[in-house]
Each structure stands twice: as structure tokens, then as C-alpha cells.
């Protein structure tokens, strides 16, 4: 039993379409820009807890200990 080419030619086309569509997804998940602000946000949402607050205290800290000693050491 034959199908009619029609039929055929309609489903051809539905698929493509939703291959299109998945092909465009794909494109805009790994878009650098999508990319980049997917990491920016991850980054701003850690730095903004309170751990991620501290540790940018005491990374400040210790960069601001290292340029007393070396401004002494002169």
C-alpha cells in the first residue's frame, strides 16, 4: 500500500520545520553571548551570597596585606 505523495511531501515538510526549529535552539544555547551571560549570572548569584561574600573579603584582605608588606619591604 502506497502512500499518497502529498502526504508524503507535507510530513517531509512538518519535519523540517521541526528540525529547523531544533537546529535554532541549539544555535542560540551556544550562542557566546548566551553563553557569556548564562556565566555572569552564575558568577553574581555566587558572589552575592553571604560565602561568596566572604570570600571576596579575604581575598581582598590578603591583597591588600601583600601590597603593605611589599610597600614596607621598599
Do not use: H, W, Y
Request: aromatic letters at 0%; charged letters at 30%; zero cysteines.
Amino acid at each position: 500500500m502506497s502512500r499518497d505523495p502529498q502526504v508524503i511531501e507535507r510530513d517531509i515538510e512538518a519535519a523540517r520545520d521541526r528540525l529547523a526549529a531544533t537546529v535554532q535552539e541549539l544555535s542560540d544555547r551556544v550562542a557566546p553571548k548566551t553563553l557569556a551571560d548564562k556565566a555572569k549570572a552564575a558568577l553574581v548569584q555566587k558572589a552575592t551570597s553571604p560565602a561568596g561574600k566572604a570570600v571576596i573579603g579575604v581575598t581582598a584582605g590578603l591583597v591588600v596585606l601583600r601590597v603593605i608588606k611589599r610597600v614596607r619591604s621598599r
